[in-house]
């Protein structure tokens, strides 16, 4: 779940990975709580900080210009291509092939 700043009382967003063929979620096939993966080998650890700060960036740039939208329940699949890229790009000297972090 995303929140604003300050604000705890409800999420902003909250963003589901559901398994299904070609996707790791979770815990499936023995990997970490936090791992996803996509069918076209887009993978990230939902524990990083810049995973989760690509995210916050990504989502933001969804709402509406001057408008906070709590965006409810939002897949998370069709944004990892841009999470990784985004999260990769956050780290300098990361050839493009490797997994976002320090």
Do not use: K, Q
Not at 49 to 57: E, G, I, K, N, Q
Request: glycine residues 12%.
């Amino acid at each position: 779940m995303l929140y604003r700043d300050g604000r705890t009382d409800r999420p902003a967003a909250r963003l589901v990975f559901r398994g299904g063929p070609g996707r790791v979620a979770g815990s499936d096939a023995y990997s970490h709580s936090g791992l996803v993966i996509d069918e076209h080998g887009n993978a990230a650890n939902l524990h990083l900080p810049s995973v989760v700060r690509a995210f916050v960036d990504v989502v933001r740039a969804r709402e509406p210009a001057g408008g906070e939208v709590d965006c409810g329940e939002v897949d998370g699949w069709p944004l990892l291509p841009a999470i990784v890229r985004c999260a990769a790009e956050a780290t300098p000297g990361v050839p493009p092939c490797s997994p976002p972090g320090p």
